[in-house]
């Protein structure tokens, strides 16, 4: 509105010197008086819709102080209001962090300890399958020896069985046997010697028959530990393996 009032001043003060430049003008062009007095008014509305504009201007600006400080005064308070809210969803969530993180460290040490135990019952069974399978073999091949001496003693064949190598592998068997009679064990040495006589094999033979099947006995027990060592193996490493998956499932 400042703008308006000096723009009509200014206005008033150059139109005397307007009029007097117009009318000297009009002296020789003839009358333009009412020329000058058109773009006047010209001018005039032209300043009036600009000072129109301006008080637009001026009102709209003066609501947006009025309206929008209270909306932004409006706004703060809600800010603040929130903090509290927003200061216990940070902590919230603070706290679940450091569970994720407890978790995971749990997660990948439980995966470290059943994979060590899966590495351990592996060399663990491959040991005592080693050990079973040069057991079983000794065994076997005993018990083979002792059928033949006795398919050789059964058969009136003892000169024969003792002058063979069969007779002093059977004697390095009956040396070995920690668990038997020492009655028993005298016995077989005297006779696989060829210090007693031939007539007294029929001992010797029913000493071997026992020896026989006590080693058969014993071979069929090792082979059921075995099978019975070989299940539990078995079903330990799927449980690890499943452990082993459950953890790096949840570590993902």
């Not at 083979?144 to 002058?163: H, T």
């Not at 028993?184 to 007294?200: N, T, W």
Request: hydrophobic share 40%; with cysteine; glycine share 6%.
């Amino acid at each position: 509105m400042a703008g308006t009032s000096r723009l009509w001043l200014v206005l008033l003060l150059s139109f005397p010197l307007a009029f007097q430049a117009t009318e000297a003008r009009g002296r020789t062009h003839g009358n333009p008086v009412r020329k000058v007095v058109t773009m006047l008014q010209n001018m005039v509305k032209k300043v009036e819709a600009e000072g129109v504009k301006e008080q637009e201007l001026f009102e709209k600006f003066m609501c947006y102080c009025k309206t929008g400080g209270g909306k932004l005064d409006k706004s703060i308070e809600d800010a603040k209001a929130k903090i509290p809210e927003l200061q216990s969803s940070v902590e919230a969530s603070v706290g679940k962090k450091t569970q994720f993180e407890k978790d995971l460290q749990d997660h990948g040490a439980d995966k470290a300890a059943a994979e060590t135990a899966m590495a351990e019952a592996t060399g663990l069974r491959k040991k005592e399958a080693a050990d079973f399978s040069k057991e079983t073999a000794e065994s076997r091949a005993e018990i083979a020896q002792m059928s033949k001496a006795l398919a050789s003693l059964e058969g009136g064949l003892a000169s024969a069985f003792l002058q063979s190598r069969s007779a002093s592998e059977l004697q390095r068997i009956v040396n070995a046997k920690e668990e038997m009679a020492e009655e028993d064990r005298q016995v077989l040495l005297s006779f696989l010697s060829g210090s007693a006589g031939q007539h007294e094999s029929s001992p010797v033979v029913g000493i071997l028959k026992t020896m026989k099947e006590e080693m058969a006995q014993g071979l069929s027990e090792s082979e059921s530990t075995e099978a019975e060592a070989t299940t539990t193996f078995n079903a330990l490493m799927s449980a690890k393996k499943k452990e082993v998956k459950a953890c790096t499932k949840m570590t993902e």
